[in-house]
């Protein structure tokens, strides 16, 4: 919160110095949408600037993500999660229970099998 304004004043400042036959920046409005409440909260940045894909919602303080063509931009977290290993893939897509059925069938059929084996040699 205190981040938002102080960087909004700056903004302010800078305009008013540069008032002096110096060319204003463009500046246009961003839309971010939030990921909690889906308000929209509007901030003007400089065309020029860097346009941050991510701001605090001024409704609720959640994240929210700007919007490009009333679409959420794509954000990157490929960065914020650790790689998941095999395991916990493969956890995603069955139940702990169902992998252990599945492991038990498994032994089960290795045990038959090396049986099989002894009864042959
Ligand atoms: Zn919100």
Request: charged share 30%; net charge negative; hydrophobic share 35%.
């Amino acid at each position: 919160m205190a981040d938002r304004s102080l960087r909004g004043m700056r903004i302010g400042a800078q305009s008013l110095q540069s008032e002096d036959g110096v060319v204003f920046a463009d500046r246009a409005d961003y839309t971010y949408q939030c990921e909690a409440c889906g308000r929209d909260t509007v901030m003007t940045f400089s065309t020029e600037a860097e346009i941050p894909e991510m701001w605090e919602c001024r409704h609720c303080g959640s994240s929210a993500v700007l919007l490009v063509d009333s679409k959420p931009v794509e954000i990157d977290r490929s960065g914020e999660k650790v790689a998941r290993t095999h395991w916990e893939m493969l956890l995603e897509r069955r139940t702990r229970a169902e992998l252990e059925e599945l492991l038990q069938e498994r032994l089960n059929y290795l045990r038959a099998r090396r049986g099989q084996q002894k009864i042959g040699a």
